[in-house]
């Protein structure tokens, strides 16, 4: 999201205490809900019965909108604020609404990125709470991953019945935290009561298996058969060894169960919110749980959701993964963009992104126009979101909307940070006449039947730019063993970073013909996929050198500060 994006004094957290924040079951009423099918968090925040979601199954479907960016930069492009401005102008305009968004991981928030709960007059609420612990389900998520693991070192410590290899227990441990300090560890030291010394390591919950599954299952039923398929370990026989081989998933389902309710919450304007499950886009896949999408689906006429990061990472990984996995079909899609990012992108720095420099917007337009043609291919028809800041001037905005219309993209320039609603009506007029006049033809752009190998040069090519991909043999002959015992089917989940179409973070705007180097591969058989990890991307961040922790205080009057 976008921070300080206009001449807005107020600090983001500031707006959102002064805005009217109402009872939850009067959002819930908007959308239908009986109150008997909420079960509140307090006031401004409730799970919604699965029952109810059951009792919904064969109403129609409204229109899915899905909010994805152009490579993100340090200025900011703001998927999260747009999501919400484009919400709550379809409201506005007298469309049942709802918005769909990820929870915010506590990691970023206490990292480099600080909140994600939009910004400005654009914000769902509560956002402390939010931003925060929120309802608990990253806790239970990582609760869950955790479990099976200390019931995987238990079993071996009890005589190792399925003789499990401790050279190729998989199963890592997870901490919704950026702790650099935990990816590679030694665990079971010490006397021999604490089980047997073995590599071990963490990641951040947003990568957890377990999240991908909780975001991908559609009933509690299906989750609990989806933590049975985890694969935990092989055996010396390069045999699998699964969580249901160690009855790991009831307890497993048990830990989860509250938690795969759907959130509700809203918007400043009152327009409803659903956030649910948070997978990063980098690292992970990067959308919010199917059940939060397919529960809106049925309850309003349009859902706008997002994807994050870049549309190379989060609408791919939307379009290929949870779009396969649900049987859901977008309506249209919107590319957020800024005349900051595109100077980024250009080769300005961020001391000179105030100046206006048509140059580097020529320049840096290319990664914009390359996002634009890449979610084209999916067949799904795009508008471009100008996400306005104040120092953007009259030609810049001209231009940008020039070379928009040069490559037959409408481009509208959006208000919503200093606006909310108001300032986004002009998008979401655009947006409706788009789904009404432009019709999804929806594709994907491999098969399932296409080899693992053949799908990830497939996404390197056709959405990065690349030349090709290229692994060392071992790699070669995991993608070929996978495709063997029956895996082939799988879509990818390609880890990279998120900075550039390449795996160089400091390469920017559109690059063409660089080699994508594959690192690792890891299976995901409960979740349904397949992780590629490419580049030097980690799946357990660090912090930067001055983390948003270091800010984040309550100040004398009870009320947090620094958080954003």
């Not at 152009?70 to 506005?92: F, R």
């Not at 409803?272 to 939060?292: D, K, Q, R, T, W």
């Not at 219309?405 to 009506?425: L, N, P, Q, R």
């Not at 979740?527 to 980690?538: K, R």
Request: charged share 25%.
């Amino acid at each position: 999201m976008a921070a300080s994006q206009h001449s807005q004094p107020k600090e983001d957290i500031d707006i959102a205490r002064e805005a009217q924040i109402r009872p939850i079951e009067e959002i819930a009423a908007k959308l239908g809900i009986p109150g008997e099918f909420l079960f509140p968090h307090g006031h401004h925040k409730a799970k919604i019965s699965l029952d109810y979601i059951e009792s919904l199954k064969d109403r129609p479907d409204g229109k899915l909108i899905l909010v994805a960016g152009m490579t993100p930069t340090k200025a900011g492009e703001g998927k999260t604020t747009t999501s919400v401005g484009l919400s709550d102008a379809l409201s506005k305009i007298g469309k049942k609404t709802t918005v769909c968004l990820r929870e915010p991981s506590l990691g970023p928030c206490f990292g480099m990125k600080g909140g994600a709960a939009g910004g400005g007059y654009a914000q769902v609420l509560p956002m402390e709470d939010i931003n925060l612990h929120f309802t608990g389900d990253f806790h239970a998520i990582s609760a869950a991953h955790n479990l099976l693991a200390a019931m995987t070192d238990n079993h071996i410590y009890w005589g190792n019945e399925l003789e499990l290899d401790l050279r190729r227990v998989s199963w890592r441990r997870v901490v919704d935290m950026n702790d650099r300090a935990l990816r590679e560890i030694t665990n079971g030291l010490g006397p021999i009561t604490n089980g047997f010394p073995r590599t071990d390591g963490f990641d951040i919950t947003v990568a957890s298996e377990v999240m991908a599954i909780f975001c991908l299952a559609t009933d509690i039923d299906d989750l609990q058969e989806r933590l049975g398929n985890i694969i935990i370990a092989h055996r010396r026989d390069k045999t699998p060894v699964y969580a249901r081989d160690i009855k790991a998933q009831g307890a497993m389902t048990v830990l989860l169960k509250d938690a795969i309710q759907p959130n509700l919450v809203q918007t400043m304007e009152g327009t409803p919110a659903l956030i649910h499950g948070g997978p990063f886009a980098n690292i992970a896949h990067g959308c919010n749980s199917v059940l939060a999408t397919t529960t809106a689906l049925k309850l309003s006429d349009y859902v706008v959701t997002e994807a994050g990061f870049g549309a190379d990472l989060g609408a791919e990984k939307f379009f290929h993964i949870k779009m396969r996995k649900s049987g859901l079909k977008p309506d249209a899609a919107v590319i957020v963009c800024t005349v900051r990012a595109l100077k980024m992108h250009g080769g300005c720095s961020e001391q000179q992104l105030k100046q206006e420099n048509i140059s580097a917007m020529v320049k840096g337009f290319d990664n914009l126009a390359r996002h634009v043609e890449n979610t084209r291919k999916f067949g799904v028809p795009v508008v471009v979101a100008i996400n306005r800041f104040s120092s953007d001037t009259k030609s810049e905005l001209n231009l940008l909307r020039q070379l928009c219309a040069e490559i037959e993209v409408s481009a509208v320039v959006c208000d919503h940070w200093a606006k909310g609603g108001k300032g986004t009506v002009d998008l979401a007029k655009q947006v409706i006449k788009m789904i009404d006049n432009e019709p999804a033809d929806f594709r994907f752009l491999y098969d399932d039947d296409m080899r693992l190998w053949d799908k990830v040069r497939t996404i390197a090519q056709e959405i990065y730019g690349a030349q090709g991909i290229i692994a060392d043999k071992k790699i070669r002959d995991r993608f070929a063993e996978l495709d063997k015992e029956g895996y082939g089917h799988f879509p990818v989940c390609v880890a990279k970073t998120p900075l550039s179409f390449s795996t160089d973070p400091g390469l920017r705007g559109a690059p063409s013909g660089h080699v994508v180097p594959i690192r690792d591969i890891r299976l995901s058989a409960g979740a349904g996929f397949v992780v590629v990890i490419c580049g030097d991307i980690m799946t357990m961040p660090g912090l930067p050198r001055v983390p948003t922790a270091e800010h984040i205080h309550i100040n004398e009057a009870g009320y947090v500060e620094g958080l954003f």
